[in-house]
């Protein structure tokens, strides 16, 4: 008897089935995907390098404070200096677009499996795959059912993404006091409002840290973006590795430091502004 | 303190043999209880359900302050989240202001909670990231009311709780007692007919939690307010309280006011309970006086007439001082201009024990 079985063996078919007769669905996906993209790419590619910066550190200065101000416009400055500015705004689209998603995806997911244990454990063994299995291996199906370019990328970016905002979502709403659920029920508020006025805020910190979790995580995926064709940073990194230039493959590196340390403070001071309003 | 001849609309609230069974096969242990009567042990053993409210039955009346005393684990935080139906009561019926709020549906016990029972919690349940005024505000913002409206309101009740120099801080700025006059500003902001208070002032210190429970009685009574106030505190029911239930195990011991407790309390429980409370102010001339034929008995030529005079309601320290200020051989407890009884000095002392004149014996 022999019982080992080769998961190849049916899942290779089911994909080309899925390839053969619904192509026209990941077709339609592919090209919204694309288009999300693009038109992203092209609002950040099309007016001269220092007018995004101005305008992202002007928006961010009014929003947050001076100091992320001046470190978001440092860290555009960086990514243009070292003569990566195209690059660098495919990765901050791509990583906006992929962050959206999986936020989209994970918090409604997370709320829900906070409220239903059956559901969390449901989960649990699905976000522990998506985020141990190395993402090479779900790209294989990716890139059949997309081919090459950014969308194989996205997609990978938002199953690595999704995990910790769904595991950190569930245990923010978890973590919201029970008096503060009871206060809600005895002013007769009615769910929706116990929802956005008491569980949200009281969930706040606990989410900006799955945010800024997911923004990290989607970046670290920019460098496998670059391996499928996606461009962007992660195109210059593989492409430093590939001919051995430690000089490119440094710039790049670093461009990508900066981008993730402006995601990663204006989103954390973003959100905690909004913590910390004053009255009026 | 005293009681008149209340009617059925004076009722605000009618709790009707209320019960909570928690656990899994509740309903069946509930039928189980009803039809064989079995006890909390036996409804444990036989259903692993715990019985937490069991039978609990009184009323509460337009303006009165009803205290329910217990200790941690007697079931009365159970009990006033039934009132409001935060916990769903396994069997039993309770009417507010005559309506039965287990029959409401969910748009009604949210108007309910809303507009005419508000509570205020042990633990605040300030919300962190709002000031004291957003937090007054709170219950009216839910209610829709227009951010104009609602702050002005909840203006006039921090001022009202002494709090009119704190609406911009947060609640983390504040001291615990000042937390909890937010609380009750907020409780008060949407006018309710009943405040639910879930022991509020459990966690201050005694200074300012006595201080509290003065403001609390005055303005709920200013107010025109009822209150329904849960304490594990017997000295905080009595100084707060018009009537008292003593609860234990789930079960309501006994209900009445603090002096009643104390003349003749139920079991030995509330005996035990009520014997280390200094009873000085809560019982009157006329739970100690004597007879006037008794006293004539013991004292033949004496004359009711030429005592000296207290009126029923005179409390035992007052009736100290004027047995020591005068020369006869007691008090004329005088009654609509008759001499309803007489305190001598040997009532008096059972007085302050505890123990009712009248009957001579142990209460």
């Known amino acids: 008897m022999n019982f080992q079985f080769s998961i190849g063996a ?11 007769n619904l192509h026209w669905l990941f077709d339609a996906i592919g090209r919204t995907v694309e288009g999300v993209l693009g038109a992203f ?15 992202v550190t002007v928006t961010v200065a009014l929003l947050t404070s001076l100091r992320v101000a001046v470190l978001a416009f440092l860290c555009l400055g960086f990514c243009w200096l070292v ?31 906070a409220r239903r244990p059956r559901l969390e454990s449901f989960l649990r ?87 800024n979790q997911c923004i990290l995580l989607s ?3 920019v460098v496998l973006a670059g391996l499928v064709g996606a461009g962007g940073l992660g195109a210059e990194v593989t492409r430093g590795l590939t001919r051995m230039e430690m000089g490119l493959g440094l710039r790049a590196g670093l461009a990508i430091v900066a981008i993730a340390l402006l995601f990663d403070r204006v989103s954390r001071a973003g959100l905690q502004r909004r913590e910390r309003k004053p009255a009026g | 303190m005293t009681t008149g001849n209340m009617t059925a609309e004076d009722t605000l609230l009618d709790c009707q043999s209320a019960w909570k069974i928690f656990g899994k096969r509740a309903a069946e242990a509930m039928e189980a209880v009803k039809g064989r009567n079995l006890s909390k042990r036996d409804v444990l053993q036989e259903f692993n359900c715990v019985v937490g409210v ?42 507010v202001k005559g309506r039965d709020i287990g029959a409401m549906n969910d748009a009604d016990l949210r108007e309910l909670r809303a507009k005419h029972m508000a509570m205020v919690f042990q633990s605040v349940a300030l919300l962190p990231h709002r000031t004291v005024l957003e937090n007054a505000a709170f219950g009216l913002e839910v209610q829709g009311i227009s951010k104009a409206d609602r702050n002005a309101t909840a203006r006039e009740a921090l001022t009202t709780v002494g709090l009119g120099d704190w609406m911009d801080r947060y609640p983390t700025e504040l001291s615990g007692g000042m937390q909890q006059r937010v609380g009750l500003a907020r409780a008060l902001t949407s006018d309710p007919e009943i405040i639910l208070m879930d022991e509020p002032f459990s966690a201050l210190d005694p200074l300012i939690r006595r201080q509290l429970q003065d403001e609390f009685r005055q303005l709920t009574k200013d107010l025109g307010k009822s209150a329904i106030f849960i304490t594990h505190d017997l000295d905080e029911a009595i100084r707060i309280g018009d009537r008292i239930a003593i609860m234990k195990d789930g079960v309501i011991i006994q209900t009445g006011t603090a002096e009643d407790l104390i003349l003749n309390p139920a079991d030995d429980y509330v005996a035990e309970f009520v014997s280390s409370i200094s009873k000085l102010h809560l019982i009157k001339a006329h739970s100690v006086m004597v007879p006037v034929e008794t006293f004539l008995r013991d004292h033949p030529g004496a004359s009711a007439d030429d005592l000296a005079q207290a009126s029923p309601e005179t409390d035992i320290d007052d009736l100290i001082d004027l047995m020591v200020g005068q020369k006869g051989a007691g008090l004329a407890v005088v009654r ?16 302050v024990k505890g123990s009712q004149a009248s009957e001579g014996g142990h209460g």
Do not use: H
């Open chain 1, 10 to 20: 049916w899942l290779a078919p089911s994909v080309s089935w899925l390839n053969r």
């Open chain 1, 41 to 55: 790419q092209s609002v950040l590619l099309y007016p001269p390098a220092i007018v995004v910066m101005v305008v």
């Open chain 1, 83 to 113: 003569n990566l500015w195209p690059q660098s705004m495919q990765t901050v689209a791509l990583v906006f677009t992929a962050v959206a998603a999986a936020v989209v995806i994970a918090v409604p997911l997370g709320i829900m499996a």
């Open chain 2, 54 to 95: 069991s039978d609990a039955s009184f009323q509460v009346r337009r303006g009165e302050i009803f205290c329910i005393m217990g200790l941690s684990g007697s079931g009365k935080s159970t009990l006033i989240r039934m009132l409001n139906r935060l916990i769903e009561p396994t069997n039993g019926r309770i009417e």
């Open chain 1, 125 to 211: 063994p699905i976000l522990d795959i998506m985020q141990t299995v190395p993402p090479w291996v779900y790209l294989i199906p990716a890139v059949i059912l997309f081919s090459l370019g950014q969308v194989p990328a996205l997609i990978a970016t938002v199953v690595y993404g999704i995990p910790p905002m769904l595991r950190l979502t569930t245990l923010a709403f978890r973590q919201v006091p029970n008096d503060l659920l009871e206060l809600g029920q005895a002013i007769g508020a009615p769910p929706r409002t116990i929802l956005t006025k008491i569980e949200f805020p009281a969930a706040l910190p606990t989410l900006v840290v799955g945010l």
């Open chain 1, 219 to 221: 970046l670290a995926m």
């Open chain 2, 336 to 351: 609509d201009g008759q001499v309803a009884g007489v305190v001598t000095p040997a009532s008096l002392l059972l007085g």
